[in-house]
């Protein structure tokens, strides 16, 4: 494996595995436990959204897993805002905290007030969007065969690309975080001179988190995800 990208909240590296593989750890990211609130309790809302909305939208509002979080631990935050505009993420109090904290949920007028509970608890992407920490996609490295008079061109747009040279033809290795081969393309189309487009055997893989956890983290949890299930498998299997 060779780190393309790591900065923010995502990461991107090159690696030769079976794209079947990569698909099962892709998969695998949902199984990830990750908290979310599940339930909430209005206790006040003035403001112009239903309070089914309300609580749909900070069910979708990511949190912190710095903490040690079992199945069986208490985790609630409090919201009471009399405030007059909008009503952020960042007022929700507890003990965890929310990942972004200028996330709006609702608005209020003066004299408004917003009061509730809110009770998190650990799910699976796989029951619901909202315990989902993040995204994992993959495409495959490829070369880049075209004329080698449209290289600047080109480079005007992708300055950093690997570039090599075959006589009247120039390869350019597609194996960054951002793909550019449909854009190499498009130039060559419109220059009358086709690229040639040879996937290779290399995976450039991509996982963006949506900051309850590291993108990193996201990787090894989904494969170790996998791990457990195979060896259980196994297991059965065996008898």
Request: glycine share 6%; hydrophobic share 40%.
């Given at each position: 494996?060779e780190?393309i990208?790591k900065k ?9 595995i079976?794209?079947s ?11 990830i ?8 309790e209005i206790i006040?809302n003035?403001?112009p959204?239903y309070d089914?909305?309300?609580?749909h939208?900070?069910?979708?509002i990511p949190?912190?897993m710095?903490?040690e979080?079992?199945?069986k631990?208490?985790?609630?935050l ?9 009503v952020y993420?960042?007022?929700m109090?507890?003990?965890v905290?929310v990942?972004?904290?200028k996330?709006?949920?609702t608005s209020?007028n003066?004299g408004?007030e917003l009061?509730?509970?809110?009770t998190?608890?650990l799910?699976k992407g796989t029951?619901?969007?909202?315990f989902?920490?993040g ?5 495959n490295?490829?070369e880049?065969?075209?004329?080698k008079?449209l290289?600047?061109k080109i ?7 690997e570039i ?5 033809k ?11 081969t449909?854009v190499c393309e498009g ?7 086709p690229?040639e ?5 290399e995976l450039v893989i ?7 956890i590291d993108?990193?983290d996201?990787f090894?949890r989904?494969?170790d995800?996998?791990?457990k299930?195979?060896?259980?498998f ?5 008898k």
């Amino acid at each position: 494996m060779e780190l393309i990208e790591k900065k923010n909240e995502i990461m991107a590296f090159k690696a030769k595995i079976d794209e079947s593989l990569a698909n099962a750890i892709r998969r695998y990211v949902l199984q990830i436990p990750i908290l979310a609130v599940d339930e909430v309790e209005i206790i006040k809302n003035d403001s112009p959204l239903y309070d089914e909305t309300i609580a749909h939208r900070i069910g979708l509002i990511p949190l912190k897993m710095e903490k040690e979080i079992g199945e069986k631990t208490d985790v609630k935050l409090k919201l009471s805002s009399t405030n007059e505009g909008l009503v952020y993420s960042g007022e929700m109090k507890g003990n965890v905290d929310v990942v972004y904290d200028k996330l709006p949920i609702t608005s209020l007028n003066k004299g408004q007030e917003l009061e509730l509970v809110a009770t998190a608890k650990l799910g699976k992407g796989t029951e619901h969007a909202k315990f989902s920490p993040g995204l994992m996609f993959y495409r495959n490295v490829s070369e880049i065969k075209l004329d080698k008079h449209l290289v600047e061109k080109i480079k005007k747009v992708f300055p950093d690309l690997e570039i090599k040279e075959r006589g009247d033809k120039a390869v350019i290795i597609d194996n960054k975080r951002k793909e550019v081969t449909d854009v190499c393309e498009g130039i060559s189309e419109k220059a009358g001179k086709p690229a040639e487009v040879s996937p290779t055997d290399e995976l450039v893989i991509t996982i963006e988190s949506f900051g309850q956890i590291d993108s990193k983290d996201i990787f090894k949890r989904a494969i170790d995800a996998l791990k457990k299930d195979l060896a259980e498998f196994a297991k059965k299997a065996t008898k």
